[in-house]
């Protein structure tokens, strides 16, 4: 059976973790309970030789033979600027794996075991330190936190990997008829859908009503947003209902309440009378998660000589109803982890913004305008987040610009702009590697640029800038125009509106900027306002810091 490409299952969860950290530039280590040593960092050139070198790999094996006695694993500063992350895998009670990460904070190059490290390995020192540099993004206080997130992380990948397993097993048993067995596949088809389980419900219920005798079939979930998540209050039928919409989602949910995880209820009588079936029998089969029942499949009015409901209805209906609980735990899963890794981005763009308090929550304002600019044009919703994404992360560059520079009081001198221009492409390089963001690089790499061509960093104009640029382009320079800069005072918003109708066609792309016109402001203002509260009490930063 197919594995859910969304969350990279095709690798076991502790490749998926190792090259996670990798895109995050921790290099890892992977031994097994006994010591002896599985896996090592995979990264190359210069950082590579160093993380391997005999002083770094023999300080790594002794930290985690140090832990093989632990029953509480701690981040540890193995010298100044170089902390282990240990992340377990345990099956029961017992430990079978210990990963260890590598994360470094600016501090590392003032430390005399950075020298000895490369010495060790007879490595340039020069060399190793702007290799490493763009690695040395770590702050000592957010250490903590990130191994709880590498922790949480490797917990979620093994859950899903555990959830692909399930699935797989569950499709070898299904074979007890061909159009069990169809049936199976074409749902297992939608099982990649992750950010949309309404969807998979919805196809569920469709599935079902095209293989099996009722006259249609629905699903109900309880309100409880807590364990049916997304899923909570939804209803989805298909077919013709024997009663209104509303007679079926009162009647639905009170047999809910009444049913228990694995145990089907054939209904006829009364109870089926609530579903306006008078002489047939009405099946309802539990969705369940971690022993709750958040919701049930239901068929109605079955269509043929014999009205009673049958052993291979009844397992196909309970068939769907297992693939839909693992679809709705692991969305709930992809949901958990899309906030984490988002929740990561936005500390570490936060903490590019709190360099200067001129720009605190400018990355997040400029993401959110830019979400709003691109449903505007027409976008899909799943269009519409990536360019909130890569609003987020279009000044990541500045990471790689002098502090100098970036809070300089007044305009900035020729040379000084030339390394601010610079940013873009800094960016790009920064994020070229992370496949999860792979789609958005066309945002950083050219939101400086214009529509007449006079623009940076490769001076592309009209249509040949990709339409993900010439949106964050406008909501950055939306955003800076509003925003008190060191230089200048902020414009008020009249003044603002004005100069972006004046420059489209020229900054600007004009239908873009006709959009943009449009748009309601008011959410963007609730924003300036908690920012500018911010600033005040200092631009708050959580998580991963640059």
């Known amino acids: 059976m197919t594995t859910l490409p969304a969350h990279n299952q095709t690798l076991p969860a502790q490749l998926a973790l190792r090259d996670r950290c990798h895109a995050l530039g921790m290099p890892v280590w992977r031994f097994a309970a006994n010591g002896k040593v599985l896996a090592g960092p995979i990264e190359s050139g210069p950082f590579g030789d160093w993380v391997r070198s005999p002083m770094i790999t023999r300080m790594v094996a002794d930290a985690a033979a140090q832990w093989g006695d632990c029953e509480e694993l701690e981040q540890r500063e193995i010298f100044p600027g ?75 990948l093994s859950m899903i990997s555990s959830h692909a397993l399930n699935i797989e097993t569950l499709s070898r048993q299904l074979a007890e008829s061909y159009e069990e067995m169809s049936l199976l596949y074409r749902l297992r088809e939608f099982m990649s859908e992750l950010a949309q389980p309404q969807r998979f419900v919805r196809q569920a219920c469709f599935e079902l009503h ?25 209803s989805f039928t298909s077919g013709e209902l024997t009663c209104s919409t509303e007679m079926f989602e009162r009647a639905a949910l009170k047999i809910i309440s009444s049913l228990h995880p694995g145990r089907s209820l054939v209904m006829s009588g009364e109870d089926a009378a609530a579903f306006g079936v008078e002489h047939a029998q009405v099946l309802a089969h539990p969705i369940s998660l971690s022993g709750t029942v958040i919701g049930a499949i239901f068929a109605g009015e079955k269509d043929s000589e014999d009205y009673e409901v049958t052993n291979i209805e009844l397992k196909m209906v309970e068939a769907a109803t297992g693939y839909v609980a693992i679809l709705a735990e692991n969305a709930g899963l992809y949901e958990d982890e899309r906030s984490m890794f988002l929740g990561l981005l936005r500390a570490l763009t936060a903490s590019i913004d709190a360099k200067d308090p001129y720009t605190c929550g400018h990355s997040e304002r400029v993401a959110e305008l ?25 000044d990541i560059g500045k990471i ?23 940013h873009p492409e800094i960016g790009y390089r920064i994020l070229r590697d992370i496949p999860q963001l792979e789609d958005v690089l066309p945002g950083v790499l050219h939101h400086h640029e214009r529509f007449d061509g006079k623009g940076y960093p490769h001076a592309l104009s009209g249509d040949r800038t990709p339409l993900m640029a010439r949106i964050i382009a406008l909501a950055d320079s939306f955003d800076a125009m509003s925003s008190n800069r060191t230089y200048r005072s902020a414009l008020n918003r009249q003044s603002v509106l004005a100069e972006i109708e004046k420059c489209a066609g020229t900054q600007f792309d004009p239908q873009l900027a006709h959009l943009f016109l449009g748009l309601d402001l008011s959410e963007y203002d609730e924003m300036v306002a908690r920012h500018q509260s911010q600033t005040e009490s200092g631009c708050g930063i959580t998580g991963v810091a640059a």
């Open 370 to 394: 830019s979400a709003d600019l691109a449903r505007a044009a027409g976008m899909s919703e799943a269009q519409v987040e990536r360019v909130r994404i890569a609003g987020l992360v279009h």
């Open 82 to 156: 170089c902390w282990l992350v240990p992340v377990e895998e345990r099956r029961r009670r017992r430990r079978l794996s210990l990963t260890i990460g590598l994360a470094l904070t600016p501090e590392v190059f003032q430390a005399e075991q950075f020298l000895a490290a490369c010495s060790s390995a007879s490595l340039d020192a020069e060399m190793v330190r702007r290799a490493i540099s763009p690695h040395a993004k770590y702050e000592e206080h957010c250490i903590a936190g990130l191994s709880s997130v590498l922790r949480w992380m490797n917990e979620d």
């Open 400 to 422: 790689g610009v002098p502090e100098a520079v970036l809070r300089k009081p007044g305009r900035l001198t020729d040379e000084e702009f030339g390394m601010m221009k610079q």
């Open 210 to 234: 095209a293989v099996l005798p009722f006259r249609w079939i629905g699903a109900r979930f309880v309100d409880d947003k807590r364990h049916a998540r997304v899923l909570a209050g939804r």
